[in-house]
């Protein structure tokens, strides 16, 4: 690996880093930066329809709106560079607090990116969240193992 491709590595995982502070904080700017403006974001495994950025991150700023908490971690980050392209799979935990929920709730699972290099430095232009498994869920039929088509 070069020098290079490192650094490329380095700032791809930040920006997951990013877009994990940004959700956990509620800074809708900051998730803003974390993508390209023309991006399309997929969480349809929560029960989001996917879209564009800005259709996207509104239904998610109203929905995390109730949470009182929420922490993502994000770990085993993946990146396959291919130039100013990337693949990234990355893993998530997600302990929050669900309103009307006694204790918290938990989720786990995968962050699928495709990534590309703008003047502003690494963005993602593709998320797709993997959601595989919650525990504690107001739901129970979506406790456990919970994969959606």
Not at 57 to 67: C, M, W
């Amino acid at each position: 690996m070069t020098p290079d491709e490192l650094c490329d590595k380095y700032a791809i995982t930040e920006l997951l880093y990013r877009y994990a502070t940004a959700v956990d904080t509620k800074d809708w700017k900051k998730m803003e930066s974390v993508f390209t403006e023309d991006a399309h974001l997929d969480y349809s495994s929560v029960g989001y329809r996917p879209g564009p950025r800005d259709e996207v991150l509104a239904q998610l700023q109203k929905a995390l709106s109730y949470l009182p908490m929420s922490q993502h971690f994000v770990t085993n980050v993946e990146v396959d560079l291919d130039g100013d392209r990337a693949t990234v799979r990355a893993m998530f935990y997600n302990p929050m607090q669900l309103p009307g929920v006694d204790g918290l709730t938990y989720c786990g699972g995968n962050y699928h990116h495709e990534v590309v290099r703008t003047s502003e430095g690494w963005k993602s232009c593709r998320l797709t969240e993997e959601s595989l498994w919650f525990s504690n869920h107001p739901d129970p039929s979506k406790n456990g193992t919970h994969r959606s088509s």
